[in-house]
């Protein structure tokens, strides 16, 4: 598994039950999830949070920004590209 594949997992994930809607900090929890999950971090938060990123550059994923909420950027899904 790596940190994409559970980045989009968790994404699919959130759309299968009709939640189009997360925040920064959702991503970068992820890194704890895949210590649970699979007995090792796949990577930092840090690195959750660069490859979020990149995939949103490498148009794999199209979000849409929406206001801040309590300093926490809030994210729309509208497409994932695999």
Known sequence: MTVREHI???LNGLLKYGITTFKTSDIQEL?????HDYGKFLGSSETYTREFRRMRTDGILKV?????KNRQQIWVVESIEY
């Open 31 to 35: 890194a704890y999830i895949g210590k």
């Open 64 to 68: 849409r920004k929406l206001d801040r």
């Open 8 to 10: 989009t997992n968790k």
